[in-house]
C-alpha cells in the first residue's frame, strides 16, 4: 500500500494576505512618488539655467566684453558672429533645449534683470505662467 504523501505549501488565505499587504505597501509609497518626474526636470532646467548655461554666457562675456544681444540668442554661443570681438567658443556642445524639448528663452539685456540678462524655460505647459524656471526671483 503506498501512502499518500503531503507536501508543504502556502494556503489561498496566507497568499491573499501577502498580496493585501503588498498593495497597501504600494499605497502608501505611490503617492510620495508621483510628481517626482516632473521636480526633476525643473530641477534640471534650473541647473542649466543657473549653472551650464550661465557659465557659458559669463565666459562669451569675458572674451568679449559683453553678452549676446537678444537677437544674437544662445547661437552666439555656438557659432562665431561678427559682432563677437575676441570670440574663443563654441562656449556650448549644443544648442541648449530645456527638458521639455524647446529652447531657453534669452533676452539681454533683460526686463528682470536689466545689468546682465534674462535667461528662462517655459516650463511643462509652454507659455509664460508661473511654472516656468528662470534665473530671476
Not at 71 to 87: F, I, Q, R, T, V
Not at 97 to 122: F, I, M, Q, T
Request: charged content about 25%; some cysteine.
Amino acid at each position: 500500500m503506498t501512502g499518500i504523501k503531503k507536501t508543504d505549501g502556502f494556503t489561498l488565505i496566507e497568499l491573499m494576505l501577502v498580496v493585501v499587504i503588498i498593495g497597501a505597501l504600494v499605497a502608501m509609497v505611490m503617492p510620495r512618488l508621483t510628481g517626482r518626474g516632473e521636480q526633476a526636470r525643473v530641477g534640471a532646467a534650473m541647473a542649466d539655467i543657473r549653472a551650464n548655461i550661465a557659465t557659458a554666457l559669463k565666459l562669451y562675456e569675458l572674451d568679449n566684453g559683453s553678452f549676446p544681444r537678444t537677437e544674437e540668442g544662445l547661437n552666439a554661443l555656438l557659432n562665431k558672429l561678427a559682432s563677437a570681438s575676441n570670440w574663443n567658443g563654441p562656449y556650448l556642445e549644443k544648442s541648449p533645449v530645456d527638458p521639455w524639448g524647446r529652447e531657453y528663452k534669452y533676452k539681454c539685456p533683460g526686463e528682470h534683470r536689466p545689468a546682465d540678462y534674462d535667461l528662462y524655460s517655459l516650463g511643462k505647459d509652454g507659455v509664460e505662467s508661473q511654472d516656468d524656471a528662470k534665473n530671476w526671483e
